[in-house]
């Protein structure tokens, strides 16, 4: 997460002084979202391996925790796409 919000700031940064690179920023935190999530999924998988019997409430916790970093990295995205449309010249 912390990564992540470096990565918009990184992103609101460049919009204002390389807006190029607006685009790019945007896609990183796409996959470093995605990349975030699997490392929460295997992380939650060695974990219930090494516990044994779960109940299925705090897997699905664990689900929902891994989720959020995808989530995150999406709305990035978004708000990437948003100042790419913004900073497209007119016609």
Known sequence: ???????LLALLLAAWKAPAWVE???IIALVVGA???FVGFYQMALDISKAGNIPSAIVWSGIRVAVI??????LIYLASLIIRIIQKPRI
């Open 24 to 26: 790019e920023f945007g």
């Open 35 to 37: 990349l975030g999530f």
């Open 69 to 74: 970093t995808p989530i995150y990295g999406l």
């Open 1 to 7: 997460m912390t990564f992540l919000t470096m990565i």
